[in-house]
């Protein structure tokens, strides 16, 4: 079915992000989210393993453009650049037609111990995929971990910035400052 | 009975190394663990909220130690000094006698996924602990948030270091290398 159906991932998301916020996370079954969207459990559980997932729906997209931006960098692009081309390879996930979803995600997570866990874990494989991907540029592995881990913090800086209430830069301007500030912060640590 | 025998947790951290180690972790009991050590159920309760804990038993310590050791480091001390004097405060619950359990504390939970997710998230507070402490002695946040996570890797590289196979150098010693390593690599983020 999921074949003939453009955008049913979206489609899931879109009814599941609904449903979490009328009637809160969790109390909303896989089975509701399904009928709302107009479609079968089935083609949720094609798509999803289940309803947490749907909340970290974007993360393994995430991951590849990581991995993507820092392996399409130029041969001359200092850790920190890779770097910073991955958090700009991110932004094609990061459209002003995202910003409400996510702030939607972001107070669902926020309020469940067990999700903001799994948010963390997230992150955790994030920072890996951009150390693996920093490491067969060559960058030795102190380097490529430390540049990872600043990496890391300023997506969640520049992520926390954008989906905060009223904020309306976009997430690409928003994260290059973050990592500055965390760069400019390198100099401080003594 | 706990208050009447000393070294409880000891005891019952060091049956269930045992048992993991001639079982497997997934077969073990709460039950069994509790009568290796002479002990009952309830007094396992009391010290531990299940099997999983055991594993991860000194992580509280481990908190408290690296937030008393950057409140307590000299006004002077910069982030990184500060950081320094926590990870030198761990070390006292690094002697040569823990190395070996933290060596089969490794090994089980290298073989289990949910372990080592809990292992992630464990670090994660202790990277907010250091965060937090560095935050009350007035270092600004993306200066705190970057200091705590050279720390977190610094930890962590050092204390792989430690349980290697065959290594003998004392924790204090690998983790400031591990450290100055990183701190080195600042230099060539570019």
């Known amino acids: 079915m999921s074949r003939w159906e453009p955008n049913t991932r979206e489609r ?17 079954t896989v089975a509701e989210i399904a009928e709302r969207a107009g479609l079968t459990k089935r083609t949720f559980f094609r798509h999803f393993s289940d309803k947490r997932e749907v909340l970290f729906a974007g993360q393994e997209i995430l991951s590849r453009l990581f991995a993507e931006g820092i392996a ?4 001359s692009a200092t850790p920190i650049e890779a770097v910073a081309a ?6 094609t996930a990061m459209g002003p037609q995202r910003r409400e979803r996510a702030r939607q995600v972001r107070a669902v997570v926020a309020g469940h111990t067990d999700l903001r866990e799994r948010e963390l874990l997230k992150l ?3 920072r890996a995929a951009m150390a693996d991907a920093l490491r067969a ?7 490529a971990s430390l540049a990872a881990e600043i990496g890391g913090l300023a ?10 209430p009223e904020a309306d830069r976009p ?3 928003l994260v290059r400052e973050a990592l500055d500030e965390l760069m400019a912060a390198t100099a401080t640590l003594g």
């Open 72 to 75: 399409n960098a130029p041969a």
């Open 137 to 143: 540029r060559g960058v030795p592995a102190p380097t």
């Open 124 to 126: 955790a494989t994030l």
């Open 86 to 91: 991955a958090l700009l390879a991110a932004t």
């Open 171 to 173: 997430f690409a301007e």
């Open 155 to 164: 997506f969640s800086a520049g992520f926390a910035r954008w989906v905060a």
């Open 12 to 28: 899931l998301l879109d009814a599941a992000l609904d449903l979490f916020g009328e009637r809160g996370y969790d109390s909303v």
